[in-house]
């Protein structure tokens, strides 16, 4: 049972050499940056396609 996220043991030492993974705060706030320019970027695109169509028809 170790790793668990319970205290088998009684004294935690099944929990002490788990590897933890915790994002840093500045991972973050990387992700959703790089989430929110992605976004803008799949719109921006869209807005672009409809434009440029809109032109062709005229």
Do not use: Q
């Not at 935690?12 to 705060?25: F, G, H, T, V």
Request: proline share 0%; glycine share 8%; aromatic share 4%.
């Amino acid at each position: 049972m170790l790793c668990d996220g319970y205290n088998n043991c009684g004294d935690n030492s099944d929990e002490k050499s788990c590897a933890k993974l915790a994002l840093s705060i500045a991972a973050i706030i990387g992700i959703a940056v790089g989430g929110v320019v992605l976004v803008a970027l799949i719109i921006t695109c869209i807005c672009c396609r409809c434009c440029c169509s809109l032109y062709e028809r005229l």
